[in-house]
């Protein structure tokens, strides 16, 4: 017998999402992404949030996302 569908209980909220990079642009002089203060994006990010986004960056420099 099939368990019933209860109404009423909501599921949890999911607790992992998508994870955002620092406000950052490409800069085409220096070849990579920068953040505001000039870092580069490597060094102001987590490394594994870095590996996610150039995963889907072309090699033109931009996101495909964008």
């Not at 994870?19 to 085409?28: F, G, M, W």
């Not at 992404?33 to 150039?54: C, E, I, S």
Request: hydrophobic share 35%; aromatic share 4%.
């Amino acid at each position: 017998m099939r368990a019933p569908l209860i109404l009423g209980r909501r599921a949890a909220d999911p607790t992992e999402g998508p994870r955002p990079l620092p406000e950052h642009r490409y800069d085409p002089a220096v070849g990579a992404n920068v953040v505001p203060d000039g870092r580069l994006l490597v060094h102001a990010a987590a490394p594994d949030l870095v590996a996610d986004y150039t995963q889907t960056q072309d090699q033109s420099g931009w996101h495909t996302d964008d």
